[in-house]
């Protein structure tokens, strides 16, 4: 991290850290420079991704987090500006499939009077409303980085919400909204 003081190091949250794109994200954050605080419900694996990018733990973390919860959103951007005084990129990156989604033609012989079970909206809470939450706290801290600058939010989303899957309609319409900004 070489000529760039600590505090003009720049700092991101990356949410749904723990694997896939989530943990390459990261990775490739920290090769450009940043402080990089990842996020995701997998403590075990989470730590194990901080660890491989930084093992001293001085510019790369992990904190434990529900994106579908604002509470615990919130604790996550406290966390990450009481430690690094700063926040310059939020990539949005936590996500679900609705798996028990009642469109899954599970219930095909079920009677008139055989109503289905209240849906599992879980996808839609980690989808949507997780974006909505990050993105609300992020522009919050944001305003408040050195000289006013500002930051960058990246939220990433799934070809479904371009090219539809009749089988996934609450995963799908959560893509659909990532992808119209």
């Not at 190091?9 to 090769?31: E, M, N, P, R």
């Not at 450009?32 to 790369?60: M, P």
């Not at 989808?127 to 990050?134: A, M, N, Q, R, V």
């Not at 992020?138 to 989303?157: L, Q, S």
């Amino acid at each position: 991290m070489s000529s760039v003081s600590q505090n003009e190091q720049k700092v991101a949250i990356v949410t749904g850290a723990t694997s896939g794109i989530g943990s390459w994200l990261a990775a490739h954050l920290h090769t450009r420079g940043y402080r990089v605080a990842l996020c995701g419900r997998r403590k075990k694996e989470g730590q194990h991704v901080a660890f491989s990018i930084d093992a001293s733990g001085n510019s790369a973390i992990f904190v434990r987090c529900d994106v579908s919860s604002y509470s615990s959103q919130a604790s996550l951007f406290q966390f990450v500006w009481n430690k690094w005084s700063r926040l310059d990129v939020l990539i949005s990156n936590a996500g679900c499939v609705d798996r028990g989604s009642i469109y899954n033609f599970g219930r095909r012989d079920a009677s008139v009077d055989d109503l289905p079970p209240e849906p599992d909206t879980s996808c839609t809470d980690i989808d949507l409303k997780g974006t909505i939450y990050g993105t609300t706290l992020a522009t919050h801290f944001m305003r408040y980085n050195p000289g006013g600058k500002g930051g960058k939010i990246i939220v990433t989303g799934s070809m479904i919400g371009i090219y539809p899957c009749q089988t996934f309609p609450e995963y799908q319409r959560c893509q659909q909204s990532s992808q119209s900004s």
